[in-house]
């Protein structure tokens, strides 16, 4: 496996990483289409090494082509996250209308539970 | 007849739980009748040579299923369970009033309490007898919680079912150890279990019996359990429930006759509360919590008999098993009956009820006197047994049982002399209400039952001894003696009653302070320190923030990854395919980068283009034409996307703060690294050559396609290609969704 594809699916994966943990919501949707990237490419290494388009010419001859099966897998991710970025943008736009902002929120209910009082079945002191 | 009998218990506990609230108290009568038709079967069955088996298997590879065997042992228990039960209901009838409300639920869960003892006690699976241990600690907490508006009536259930249960976890752990390795989950078909993995299933499973039966340090749920209405009590806390754990240790025992830990345990556990149950006894002044010390101290005595393992001792043990069930729910009914009729149960105060309850006062002093082994009764002919067995004994088990079973012989009669005393001796009369047959007559019928079984010596040895040959066949020649001769045994009973008649004489008045019940309050402690322990993990773990949740996932998964990096074998990389595409990949993550760097929203929208293009590049030099098309497409529209929808936002990032920005380079860093060392170590285990020029030859021969990728695409997984569409159609949705409620808004607010 070329280590020159596997770092490139590691820097995209760290930055990916690095942006999805952040607040913006803009942010988070670049950092889902870096990492959407890094699956792509990752797929495409898991495939084996590099080789001629699988596309058979007249003569008939395969060998030396690369692995047709993972670029069609590709294919479906690339499209798949496509649709992903595009929705994650229209909820960024979305929240921007709403707050002003596009940034993401804690988790009320979640605040919530951690400020809990005694919980219904404590012993009373 | 097994399901039939279940059948019909269940049947009862449906119709009073969903129908019952009309009949009232009358409800408690309707719960009997089940059990009085168990206890008929019982009858038949007592004594049986040949078991009854019934096997209803569910899942065959798995051994899972309902088993049952009606042997000698199950035929003694499901006498006590039906019959003390029936008795039971009846009481219950006469013990709460008319207007009590809820008794169609109370008689339901007893009822279930009922049918939960019998599986247990006729389980031959360990699944099977799991479920039905687990059922038992579950409507016992129910029944126990019954006046669940008090606190500490909530408190008590809970800490019962706290230690139950997590006996419990420890029966099913032991269980499946001992399953393991006899290649069986037939109770009856398991085989002796040696070495550490027997040690181990030894320590669980007494560690289940003793939380079960009330063994000390377990034991200080049983005391609070006295919470219960008094025919809970009678029955769960005296007669049944707490014998599960005794009859556990029965079952397994022959399992375990390699294991010195086994012995040991047991005794530990049994001689402690033997004991210490019975000063405890001897330090309460309320009236069910001495009987309920009492119970912790018998079973001890039961445990150390069965610990020991000899058949005298399994045979003494089963003896005295019988004739405690009968006495403790003779005793607890009595106790109840006054606690009705005066108002209070504490021996301090009641007084003079000798004259007042002639018959009561009776009955009580046949049960305890069984209680303490005088003749003409029961109790005297088992515990004759038990100190015979214990004096047969050699070396330093001689030493260490014979002396502390008699000592426990002598405190046994020292806390009934102070019970009897207490309640019914000398002292200022108390008023008491009218007498009621239901709530007196059960306490006087089971009492005459340790009468009885004593004077009809040959029925009880009839139903006790094939019960112990069951468990151990040597017991054979052992049987319950009306009169034992002038022996050693003997001597020392007459000893042993002599001493303990004067103790108990001599404390009947002592009233210490009412002891503090510590354990109880540790194991309070305890469980509150674990529900405030989990509320603080909840709220350190579910805090609400989303990139932390991200992150933490994120650095779990990569953490995970790492260790993979002992299965890379170098000989599979290689530096690049073509040099050129480390040149691309570079490019593409130094765009990254920038992307991430850019401060306006725009430049992030164009670095994430030019990353799609080189990232389209790579597909180039990796032989992919499709996979660059489709790329450069699909970022073109993105980037419009991108500029469309946020192009009109405030055109920079929000600042954020440095730790946490630390934290999240840390979260990244390591999270690429991971995807890294997955990737490689994937790649140094091959599972196979890719099947490509297959692939190729079928795409033109059966596909007739020569582009292979678009073959697979439209051939092969046509359907997925089809769920694809799909899934950008409902995309498109989403989005026309989106930005049309956004269009209206807008307008509202124009």
């Known amino acids: 496996m070329s280590i020159a594809l596997i770092g490139t699916v590691g820097g995209l994966t760290a930055v990916g990483l690095y942006l999805i943990t952040a607040r913006s919501l803009s942010r988070i949707v670049l950092g889902f289409a870096l990492l959407g990237h890094a699956g792509v490419l990752s797929l495409l290494a898991a495939g084996g090494p590099a080789g001629k388009a699988p596309i058979i010419s007249s003569d008939g001859t395969t060998t030396g082509i690369a692995n047709p099966l993972t670029q069609a897998l590709a294919l479906t991710a690339i499209v798949i996250s496509f649709g992903l970025t595009l929705f994650l943008l229209a909820l960024a736009r979305r929240q921007e209308e709403l707050t002003a902002d596009d940034l993401v929120e804690d988790d009320l209910e979640d605040r919530r539970i951690a400020r809990l009082p005694d919980l219904p079945g404590d012993r009373k002191p | 007849m097994i399901w039939l009998l279940l059948g019909l218990h269940l049947a009862v506990i449906g119709a009073l739980a969903t129908g019952g609230r009309p009949l009232g108290r009358f409800a408690l009568l309707a719960g009997a009748l089940p059990l009085a038709v168990t206890s008929v079967w019982a009858v038949v069955h007592a004594g049986t040579t040949s078991p009854l088996v019934v096997d209803q298997l569910w899942v065959e590879g798995l051994d899972l299923g309902f088993r ?139 560690v289940a019996a003793a939380t079960k039966s009330a063994q000390i340090p377990f034991h200080v749920w049983l005391p609070g359990a006295m919470a219960a209405p008094t025919p809970v009590s009678a029955y769960l806390h005296s007669a049944t429930m707490v014998k599960a754990g005794v009859l556990l240790i029965a079952v397994t025992g022959p399992f375990f006759t390699e294991s010195e830990t086994w012995k040991w345990l047991g005794l530990t556990f049994g001689i402690t509360s033997m004991l210490w149950g019975a000063v405890g006894a001897l330090r309460h002044s309320d009236g069910k919590l001495i009987l309920a010390w009492g119970t912790i101290s018998q079973l001890g005595l039961l445990i150390t008999l069965l610990s020991l393992g000899s058949a005298k001792a399994t045979f003494a043990a089963i003896s005295l098993l019988f004739a405690h069930a009968l006495f403790k729910a003779a005793l607890f009914l009595v106790i109840g009956e006054i606690d009705v009729r005066t108002g209070t149960r504490d021996i301090t105060q009641l007084g003079g009820l000798y004259r007042t309850m002639p018959v009561t006062f009776a009955a009580a002093v046949a049960a305890g006197a069984s209680m303490a082994g005088i003749p003409p009764l029961l109790g005297f002919a088992a515990k004759e047994a038990a100190i015979e067995a214990v004096l047969g004994l050699e070396g330093l088990e001689l030493a260490i049982a014979a002396t502390t079973v008699i000592g426990g012989a002598v405190l046994t009669v020292a806390y009934t002399t102070r019970f009897l005393f207490g309640v019914f001796g000398p002292g200022p ?195 992919a034409p499709d996979l660059l098309l489709t790329q450069l497409l699909v970022e073109t529209v993105v980037v419009v996307g991108f500029v469309i929808g946020l192009g009109h936002l405030s055109s920079n990032f929000p600042p954020v703060g440095t730790t946490w920005r630390s934290i999240r380079l840390g979260v990244a860093g390591l999270g690429g690294l991971g995807v890294m060392v997955a990737l490689a170590a994937s790649a140094s285990q091959p599972a196979g050559r890719p099947p490509i020029g297959e692939i190729a030859d079928q795409a033109v021969v059966t596909g007739g396609g020569q582009n292979v990728v678009n073959v697979i695409l439209t051939d092969i997984r046509g359907l997925d290609t089809l769920g694809e569409v799909v899934v950008i159609g409902t995309v498109a949705l989403g989005i026309l969704a989106l930005t049309r409620t956004q269009r209206e808004t807008g307008r509202n607010r124009r």
């Open chain 2, 68 to 206: 049952f065997r009606m042997d000698a042992l199950a035929a003694l228990m499901t006498l006590l369970i039906s019959g003390i039960g029936t008795v039971v209901f009846v009481y219950a009838f006469g013990y709460f009033s008319p207007s009590a409300q809820g008794l169609q639920r109370f008689a339901a869960t007893l009822l279930a309490f009922s049918a939960s003892m019998l599986g247990l006690v006729w389980a031959d699976s360990i699944w099977t007898l799991f479920i039905f241990w687990e059922l038992t600690s579950v409507t016992s907490f129910l029944l126990v919680g019954h006046k669940h508006e008090d606190d500490s009536v909530q408190a008590a259930a809970r800490r019962a079912l706290m230690i139950t249960g997590g006996g419990g976890l420890a029966l099913l752990a032991g269980f499946l150890l001992l399953a393991d390795n006899s290649g069986t989950v037939v109770i009856s078909d398991l085989s002796v279990a040696g070495g550490s993995t027997g040690t181990l299933a030894a320590v669980l499973i007494m």
């Open chain 2, 429 to 623: 009369a108390v008023d008491i209400s009218p007498a009621k047959l239901t709530l007196a007559g059960p306490g006087w019928l089971l009492a005459a039952a340790s009468v009885v079984g004593f004077l009809a010596l040959g029925l009880a040895n009839d139903i006790v001894g094939p019960a112990a040959i069951e468990l151990d066949a040597d017991a054979a020649v052992y049987s319950l003696l009306r009169w034992p001769g002038l022996t050693a045994g003997l001597a020392v009973s007459v000893g042993v009653v002599i001493i303990g008649l004067g103790l108990g004489a001599r404390l009947r008045s002592f009233t210490p302070t009412t002891p503090i019940p510590r354990g109880a309050n540790l194991a309070d402690d305890f469980l509150d320190g674990v529900l405030e322990g989990a509320r603080r993990v909840t709220a350190r773990v579910q805090h609400g923030s989303l990139p932390v949740y991200v992150a933490t996932m994120a650095a779990t998964a990569a953490a995970a990854s790492l260790p993979f990096l002992a299965a890379l074998n170098a000989d599979v990389l290689i530096a690049w395919d073509r040099p050129l595409q480390a040149f691309v990949g570079a490019a593409v993550v130094l765009t990254a980068f920038a992307s991430a760097r850019v401060g306006s929203r725009l430049g992030a929208a164009v670095a994430l283009g030019a990353v799609g293009v080189g990232v389209s590049g790579l597909f180039v030099l990796h032989g």
